[in-house]
């Protein structure tokens, strides 16, 4: 990479961190980044999720408020994210090459509307009763948001978000707690995986880092204070130019 594309994938995941710990899908502004500065998509997927890791801690330890009284309800579905996640990487290492940019594309258009409908959904589901731990439903859900997170990452915070908001009777900053602690099980758990046995830009990866270790403090501190519609249209937007990259190459 030259310096100015290394200076770009830095600013973009100091973004993804930030956007990463407010609302998720901080993967919309990475992955388009790697793929720009000429990584190809499969590499660029399996750098991009372990540079996220770093973020996820930071962003992780600045929740840590509106963590409190939720020990129990992590440890019950910790196991479906680690599991999603494994099935995740597995379905990305295995499945042909060919058929990723198709898959991805579909994800993050899906990753896109839920950006845009989470806010209606969240006004519906204002003073519905549900349970405390959110059932098997949402065990259950937690497992196909860790697949999805761990074949590609970006949009399952915004999954989690929706389907946690259904399931728990819960303010949305401490659903918002709760979902950075299961993304960053189900990325950390797909990182050793990638290290193992995938092909990684480590370069790219020590850029995302260093710049999503960056975005989540700061957006775990500062990060609420964005408005919202103008944080997804940005993403709206960055998300519809990676997926005519990925459909055009």
Not at 135 to 141: A, K, N, V
Not at 204 to 212: Q, T
Request: aromatic share 6%; glycine share 14%; net charge positive.
């Amino acid at each position: 990479m030259t310096p100015w594309e290394m200076a770009a994938v830095l600013a973009a995941g100091v973004a993804a961190g930030a956007i990463n710990t407010v609302v998720g899908s901080g993967s919309l502004i990475t992955f388009p980044t790697l793929l720009a500065v000429g990584l190809p998509p499969i590499t660029a997927n399996v750098s991009n999720n372990i540079g996220l890791v770093p973020g996820g801690f930071t962003g992780t330890m600045g929740y840590r408020p509106e963590l409190k009284g939720q020990r129990e309800r992590l440890l019950r579905l910790a196991p479906a994210s680690v599991i999603g996640s494994l099935i995740g990487g597995f379905l990305l290492l295995n499945l042909p090459e060919s058929s990723f940019n198709v898959i991805v594309s579909v994800l993050i258009g899906l990753s896109c509307a839920l950006v845009v409908i989470q806010p209606r959904l969240s006004r519906i589901l204002t003073g519905r009763p549900r349970r405390a731990h959110g059932g098997p439903w949402l065990w259950l859900s937690t497992l196909g948001a860790g697949t999805f997170g761990g074949y590609f990452g970006a949009g399952q915070g915004i999954l989690l978000i929706g389907l946690m908001g259904i399931l728990l009777d819960e303010k949305l900053q401490r659903i918002n707690a709760a979902k950075n602690v299961l993304v960053l099980l189900v990325n950390f758990t797909a990182a050793i995986l990638y290290a193992l046995v995938a092909e990684v830009d480590w370069t790219a990866v020590l850029l995302v880092a260093l710049g999503s270790m960056i975005g989540g403090y700061f957006g775990a501190r500062f990060g609420r204070r964005i408005p919202p519609s103008v944080l997804r249209g940005v993403i709206v937007c960055i998300g519809a130019v990676a997926i005519v990259k990925l459909l055009t190459d």
